[in-house]
């Protein structure tokens, strides 16, 4: 028997690893994975430049910002851009506004025209002049920065000592006081990455089950139409065959998954050779101190643990899906009866991806906390709630457990159905054959 079952295995997988389609597939996976790493690159290639600046014509009718202004887009720009050195390039211009607008539609069209006038003795104006829209990155950076030169005039009009000016202007320190003793002060934190890296790590959960569903299902419907299913089955049993289609092709998810993470890893290494590095500091920042949060205090103390179970909990769960799917299959014909019976797969995913996100808006709920029991999306939401502190190590084991309960019972009872439906070639009452064969003992 296990002969039989490793030569299915095997066969499974070369079925998909050693066709045409594979290799076109992930030759332009792989070229695509590369490509959107290196996008700066490969555009700069064909003619753009990210590292080109943005020319900003400062006309200064006071004689008095320029150093201001442009200490101050330098300044903003270093702490947004993590030190990349400057976007803009500030040019003092003694020409009209007339002749740089004329300018700039002819041949500057991404550069920028800044008007500083005198309205009254104690006040300034400003105009912002592009030939098109701006980024709004850009246009935040250069408005904050004639913000800044306003206020500097405003208050050295007023005859203000430096004294008096650094108090004025030095930014005021916010202290953090939350009331409620519940509540500690990682727990902004701990919602910031609710928000930003759950969703990036169950994203892959939630497309690698679909891709699971949707190879188990097509696999069997193949050997169903080709009738070769009556011969595989004439020489193994049912369970053995069954068991072949779930290990399969959890290996082939698991094959893909390395293979897209090892296309990565060539990416930025490609990126690495080429110095294109720009485009990705202010992100690279952003991760790093979500990085910094994750590995620091309580949630410091709480990143192993998660790890470990959230990997057990999938692991369980993609075992579920492929049996699920595996039973739906075998009482199908054809794949768009499939398709149909693959929807409520899709809803349920769809409900655990979106109850995990927004599971910090039921903060203290206790239908959010049964849900987190409930197999299929136990695996994203529980995890989700043990961030949140709304469950524990003791629920979430729960949950695995009853997943293993799961896993019992679909085998039990699921290969019961599939021993039927594997050579079941009629359409016509699916529902009522099931039932009849999870009644069958033998």
Known sequence: MKNKLKFLISTSLKKKT?????????????LLVIGIINIDSI?????????????????DETDTFYDDFSEYVE?????????????????????????????IKEDEKESVIV??????????????ISFSTMDTMDYQILSSAIMQVSNIYTISSLGLTEEQ?????????????IMDEDINDEDENTNMIMTTVFPVVILPFFMLTIFLVQFIGSEINDEKST???????????PKVHFAAKVIANNL?????????????????????????????????SEVGKTLKTLTTGSMGD???????????????????????????????????????????IVIVLLLGYYLSIMAGMFKGSLFIKILSFVPLISAVLSPSLFVLGQIGIIEITISILIMFATLYLLVKYGLRIYKVGILNYSSTGMWKKMFKSVKNKD
Do not use: C
Request: negative net charge.
């Open 302 to 344: 709480k990143l192993v643990p998660i790890i470990i179970l959230t990997f057990i909990l999938m692991v369980l769960t993609f075992i579920a899906y492929s049996l699920i799917a595996g039973i739906l299959a075998s009482m199908t014909t054809n794949p768009e009866d499939f398709q149909q019976l693959q929807t409520p």
């Open 252 to 284: 082939f998810v698991l094959i893909q998954s390395i293979l897209l993470v090892f296309y990565s890893i060539i990416g930025f290494l490609v990126r690495k050779g080429l110095g294109g590095d720009s485009i990705m500091n202010g992100l690279g």
């Open 165 to 177: 000016y650094s108090k004025l202007i030095n930014p005021i320190e916010i202290e953090r006081e």
């Open 18 to 30: 050693k066709t045409k389609w594979f290799m076109v597939a992930n030759v332009v996976l792989a």
């Open 115 to 128: 008007n500083i006038y005198n309205k009254d003795d104690s006040e300034i104006g400003s105009k912002l």
């Open 227 to 237: 009738r070769s299913m009556e011969i595989i089955i004439s020489n193994v049993s």
């Open 75 to 103: 300044l903003v720009e270093k702490d947004l851009y993590d030190g990349d050195g400057s976007h803009f390039e500030i040019v003092d211009s003694d020409k009209s506004i007339d002749e740089l607008k004329k300018l």
């Open 43 to 59: 555009i700069t290639f064909f003619g753009g430049d990210f590292n080109e600046k943005i020319k900003v014509y400062l006309v």
